[in-house]
């Protein structure tokens, strides 16, 4: 008679064993590919110029996905898998570090600069046409 600790385990189903293979390349390409989504990596070291150091302020993102499967249902067995990913970085700002103080610096947004003035005259130009018009009537 065998004890219970010698019986023979069943083989995982293939689906755990092909999701198990995705979860495992994904992590990897995001343990690799994370670290090339540096601050450091896009805009370089921090700079250190006559006591003043400035460093670069990114915001990085980065992103997998994949899947795999079989078709189970026909009479021959079709496995496929896929996957893809991205990498995005953006400049937030900076740092200023000069005599002891650190100073942060957005990065604004060229359009920032055009596009809100614009609306906001264009609004009051709609509004004070409005309000003639709401005189001449009312």
Known sequence: MTAPDDKIQPAPPVES???HASASLLEHLAD????RASVRAVYG???TNGGVTVIPVAETAFGFGGG???????AKTDEGGGGGGGVAARPRGFIVIKDGTAT????RDPWANIV??????VTGMAAARLARRWAKHG
């Open 104 to 107: 942060y610096k957005p990065v």
């Open 17 to 19: 064993t092909i999701a």
């Open 68 to 74: 795999a499967g079989r078709d189970t249902a026909a």
């Open 32 to 35: 690799k590919l994370g670290a």
């Open 45 to 47: 070291e921090p700079v």
């Open 116 to 121: 809100v003035p614009l609306a906001a005259l």
